[in-house]
């Protein structure tokens, strides 16, 4: 098939939710991305925060063909190697105490399960969410995901979510209720902009939730793995939620979902009240252990840790440069750089040269590189991008010349 055949095909076939770029990706190594014409790309978006290790790792590759000789599928009522041996790694760099597991395919799943679990081990049926939070579009991490143009369409969600301001403690004490189960939130905000939270906010809210035995969840299925400069973002602030969502960069770039929960609150799950087809399948298993093994073998937390300092200073160097941009933000390689306006423009444009980049919100362009990122493909993203702003600012300077949106 040629471009043109893959892009009709997928229009014409596909339901239309996803705003496409147009191009047609057919071939990815590390952080370097081909298309199908064999235009080269470096990849600051790593398939929106899954390809942490970089595009088809040569362990992960591997571990997927000795597997898929062995065994694909294994339904988890029964036992399974690669199963355990997964378990085992996970909860071997799972936060202390987080080590009883449910497997699943998303990390909507993985919000799912953490929203029955709750209510399940509390007996209550309130879940505190934050406002501009973001926690997938399943009805029911919907009803705790915060942007309106998600939720309208879909209204009545499932009852009993309240969201509250981010970053305010008061307001989360004065929220807690008789009814509430859970406080539901991302140690960093994703979609909703990179926002990092002032440094006591966790710790306190760590207190909050313990004072008024509530159960504190992590969303960390954007900000895990490394991403931030520690395996888990939690772990930027020393501290441990009661449950704990994992998704995208945990199978190698197979689809996994992962509720991780303290020992006695898993175990409010009786059998048969919570469930998945595909829970913990050999193939996603075999993938997630290489994935653990490269993580952990190459230090790439502690990569994302200093190549994440040297984008972001090359990042503020731009800020320094360019009035449109308003602020550097986040952690790792988790960062996000806030414009004076909408990015629609700037992220076309960068594509156009071969550097993709994501957006979070209107103003705001969000890099989720993969950790194997080098220094000299951030040197080549940050020229490209200093031209598009460059070129950007030009064109609102002369408003003849502004861009249509
Ligand atoms: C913090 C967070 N939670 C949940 C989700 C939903 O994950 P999925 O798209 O795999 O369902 C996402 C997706 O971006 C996310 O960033």
């Not at 996994?256 to 020992?263: P, R, S």
């Amino acid at each position: 098939m040629n471009e043109k055949e893959v892009i009709d095909a997928e229009n014409r076939l596909m339901a239309n939710v996803f705003g496409k770029r147009q191009i047609v990706i057919t071939k990815g190594k590390a952080a370097t991305l081909w298309d199908i014409n064999g235009k080269e790309y470096v990849d600051c978006m790593s398939s929106y925060g899954v390809a942490l290790l970089g595009h088809c790792h040569p362990k992960v590759v591997a571990a997927i063909k000795e597997q898929a000789d062995q065994l694909i599928s294994c339904h988890a009522s029964l036992y399974n190697d690669k199963r355990s041996e997964f378990l085992q790694k996970l909860t071997a760099i799972t936060p202390k105490g987080l080590d009883k597991a449910f497997l699943s395919n998303s990390g909507a799943e993985s919000v799912e399960c953490a929203i029955k679990l709750a209510r399940k081990y509390t007996g209550r049926p309130e879940i505190l969410a934050m406002m501009g939070a973001f926690h997938g579009k399943t009805m029911g991490a919907l009803s705790a995901t915060w942007d309106k143009k998600y939720r309208e369409p879909f209204l009545p969600l499932v009852p009993e979510f309240k969201h509250v301001p981010p970053d305010n403690l008061e307001k989360v004490k004065e929220a807690i209720s008789e009814k509430t189960a859970a406080v539901l939130l991302e140690p960093i905000r994703g979609e909703g902009g990179i926002r990092v939270p002032p440094d006591g906010y966790l710790p306190g809210l760590r207190q909050v939730c313990t004072e008024k035995n509530v159960l504190l969840i992590f969303d960390e299925v954007q900000t895990s793995f490394g991403r931030t400069g520690k395996l888990f973002g939690c772990q930027n602030w020393g501290v441990t939620p009661d449950v704990m969502t994992l998704a995208k960069p945990f199978a190698g770039g197979l689809p996994i979902g992962i509720t991780v929960a303290k020992e006695n609150i898993m175990s409010a799950f009786k059998v048969g009240e919570h469930s998945t087809t595909f829970s913990g399948g050999p193939l996603v298993c075999a993938a997630g252990c290489a994935a653990i093994d490269a993580l952990i073998g190459e230090k790439l937390t502690e990569k994302a840790a200093s190549t994440g300092k040297y984008l972001k200073t090359c990042l503020e160097a731009l800020q320094d440069k360019h009035m449109i941009i308003k602020e550097v933000r986040g952690l790792g390689l988790m960062l996000g750089l806030e414009l004076r306006f909408d990015v629609y423009n700037i992220v076309q444009k960068c594509a156009q040269n071969g550097v993709l980049i994501l957006d979070a919100g209107r103003n705001v362009l969000r890099f989720l590189p993969p950790l194997v990122i080098t220094k000299k493909q951030i040197d080549k993203a940050i020229a490209v991008l200093d031209a598009a702003l460059e070129e950007e600012e030009n064109a609102r300077a002369n408003p003849s010349r502004t861009p249509t949106n």
